[in-house]
Structure formats: structure tokens, C-alpha cells
């Protein structure tokens, strides 16, 4: 389906010079001269490659449809990931770099959603958000709990994350995958 160049959004995946690409980064910029256009930062989703692109509303660009499929995360093979089809129990293999930052977050029986074109896999959504403990957190200065400062945290996976100052080491939270932040203690 073609679009306008200004009306693509994060996350579109779109066929441009004879790649496939996934929208990072949007900006629409209004000059004072000439006419407004969106710069674009994409990165291909076959050999991960970034561009900067600039879009005029006069340009129009194909948006794909991606069809996606519902899988289960079994185990790491080396820098290779072993997922399984939910609905056929067949196992694939893919690169660990195609989940990029999101893969500190996969666990062992997680469902995942592989998105497809032509029936090759070109990215993995994980949940929004998941459960982790807390191995390490700064501990609460007196007084700082009346402000909403946050203070820094190691969760179980490694990763650093800003929590409230209540949040003590030990503690299960919520946290998003994307954005890598806190959103509530877990129940």
C-alpha cells in the first residue's frame, strides 16, 4: 500500500530502494522557504543498515504488511536463538543480533511474536513488558523519599535500570522492554 512521505510513523516497515526497512526516528521539519518534508531514520532489516531519508509530501512509499506468527523462545546455540512455532512444534534457528537491546530481556519459555516477509523471519517483538528482579540497588539517602528522584538499579539480567526509592535489592518489578524503564513493582 503506497503512503505519503509524511505520513510515516515509527515503527513502519517500508520497501525503499529495493530494501526493507523498519522506521526508527520521525521529524517533521517546516522551513521557511520550500516545502515541509519528514526526515526519516530507518535501519534495513535484512543487513542492518541506517539511513537518514527525507520525505516531501509529494513522495509516496510502499508501506509493507508483515505477517506475524506466534512463537516460544527455547535456548541460545551459540549467537544463534532456537525459537519454536506454537501451532507446528517446528524449531527455527535465528540470529541473536536480531533482537538487538531487547534480548537481555528473553527468558526461557517466553512467547514471542516473529514478524515475516515472504515467509523469512526479519524481526522478533518480545512482550511489552516483563518481570525482573532486583539483585542491586543504591540504598535510600534519608529524606530523599519525599522527592520523586529516582536511583539506579541492577536487574537480574544485568541490566540498569532507575527505579523509586523504595525499591529495595530483592524486589520484583515491572519493567518496559523497550524503554528499559520502570513502570511498577511486580504483584
Known sequence: MKISGVDIRPGNILEYEGGIWKVAKIQHTQPGKGGAYMQVEMKNLVDGRKTNTRFRSADT????RLDTKDFQYLYEDDDKLVFMDKDTYEQIMLDADLLGDAKAFLTDGMDVTLELYDEKPISVQLPEQVEAMIVEADAVVKGQTASSSYKPA???????????????????????????????KAD
Do not use: C, F
Open 61 to 64: 512509499v510502499e508501506k509493507v
Open 154 to 184: 541492577v536487574l537480574e539480567n544485568g541490566v540498569r535500570v532507575m527505579v523509586p526509592p523504595h525499591i529495595e535489592s530483592g524486589t520484583r518489578i515491572v519493567v518496559d522492554v523497550y524503554a528499559r524503564e520502570y513502570v511498577k
